[in-house]
């Protein structure tokens, strides 16, 4: 991986002054391969997509923690499955893996819920007290 400014030359020796990938890659002293990459525009440095990585423990079991916590939405909030409880039903489920996959796995799947703000909620003008409290 170069930097910014490495990437800026490489792209104004090709650009501005008309040098071949070959010659910028030994006046640079940098690989082909990477001066073709840079001057096509196919990568920009510091860009990286993160990876998503597979869960190959936690995977055939997502669905199903998904309904549970679907299902949890119509319940008190006592009532609903902790992570502890969604983890010792899929032991009993053959589940392999570690309590920290479920729990992190419960965490991401939790935090798609939407929220609402009601602006008919907000005062028009603050209460009395806050005022005399600035005085």
């Given amino acids: 991986m170069i930097d910014v400014d490495q990437y800026?030359?490489?792209?104004?020796?090709?650009?501005?002054?008309?040098m071949s990938q070959r010659a910028i890659a030994?006046?640079?002293?940098?690989?082909?391969?990477?001066v073709k990459k840079y001057v096509e525009g196919e990568v920009i440095p510091g860009n990286r997509k993160p990876q998503m990585r597979s869960k190959p423990v936690t995977g055939p079991f997502r669905d199903k923690v998904a309904d549970i916590l679907e299902?949890?939405?119509q319940e008190w909030r006592k009532q609903r499955h902790t992570a502890q409880r969604i983890y010792d039903n899929l032991r009993k489920e053959g589940y392999?893996?570690?309590?920290?996959?479920?729990?992190?796995?419960v965490?991401?799947?939790k935090s798609h819920t939407e929220a609402y703000i009601l602006w008919n909620s907000i005062p028009e003008k603050p209460?009395?007290?806050?005022?005399a409290q600035l005085m």
């Fill in 26 to 34: 030994r006046t640079l002293g940098i690989s082909r391969n990477t």
């Fill in 107 to 109: 965490r991401e799947l």
């Fill in 127 to 131: 209460p009395k007290w806050i005022g």
């Fill in 71 to 73: 299902q949890d939405k």
């Fill in 8 to 18: 800026d030359r490489i792209r104004h020796l090709h650009a501005v002054e008309g």
């Fill in 96 to 105: 392999q893996g570690s309590y920290s996959s479920v729990r992190d796995m």
